[in-house]
């Protein structure tokens, strides 16, 4: 089954790249002015807890783009979704449209949140307190609300 994109998709998909590409041509260009040691662990309160090399951000950065290579790969084969409800022809659109919408937002946070931890490291500040428990309400609250309205899609 191929679930066509909707506007919601495209600017998922544009917001995604122009973080990662942003990112990617910010570290090409500064690298030489990158610290030496920048911050690679933060506490829960988002206190640095430990310190790296600046090419540690070279792995985050790769696995920033392997997480959202992975979920849009993902995305393309709705029949390996786990639905977590019985998919009929009468409800499949509506379950695998409100599946792709969520493994969109999960996308678009993920990179959000990894591009914001890079840019932090680079500046070598800590985060805030707020920022663990917002980026676990976005996460999980998109999840919780997509959840709901599959059973009720059903």
């Given at each position: 089954?191929?679930i066509?994109?909707?506007?919601?998709?495209?600017i998922?998909?544009?917001?995604?790249?122009?973080?990662?590409?942003?990112?990617?041509?910010?570290?090409?260009?500064?690298?030489?002015?990158?610290?030496?040691?920048?911050?690679?662990?933060?506490?829960?309160?988002?206190?640095?807890?430990?310190?790296?090399?600046?090419?540690?951000?070279?792995?985050?950065?790769?696995?920033?783009w392997?997480?959202?290579?992975?979920?849009?790969?993902?995305?393309?084969?709705?029949?390996?979704?786990?639905?977590?409800?019985?998919?009929?022809?009468?409800?499949?659109?509506?379950?695998?449209?409100?599946?792709?919408?969520?493994?969109?937002?999960?996308?678009?946070?993920?990179?959000?949140?990894?591009?914001?931890?890079?840019?932090?490291?680079?500046?070598?500040?800590?985060?805030?307190?707020?920022?663990?428990?917002?980026?676990?309400?976005?996460?999980?609250?998109?999840?919780?609300?997509?959840?709901?309205?599959?059973?009720?899609?059903?």
């Amino acid at each position: 089954m191929r679930i066509k994109r909707n506007k919601y998709d495209i600017i998922v998909e544009l917001i995604c790249l122009i973080a990662l590409i942003g990112t990617s041509v910010y570290l090409g260009i500064n690298w030489n002015r990158i610290p030496e040691e920048v911050p690679m662990h933060y506490n829960v309160m988002g206190d640095i807890n430990r310190w790296g090399q600046k090419g540690e951000l070279l792995f985050r950065f790769f696995i920033t783009w392997i997480m959202y290579i992975g979920l849009t790969v993902i995305e393309c084969f709705p029949g390996i979704w786990n639905t977590g409800v019985t998919v009929t022809k009468e409800n499949k659109e509506r379950v695998y449209r409100i599946l792709k919408s969520m493994l969109g937002t999960i996308k678009l946070l993920t990179v959000i949140i990894f591009v914001f931890l890079m840019i932090n490291a680079i500046m070598t500040k800590e985060l805030s307190a707020w920022f663990t428990p917002v980026s676990l309400v976005l996460v999980f609250g998109s999840i919780i609300f997509s959840v709901i309205k599959v059973v009720k899609a059903k």
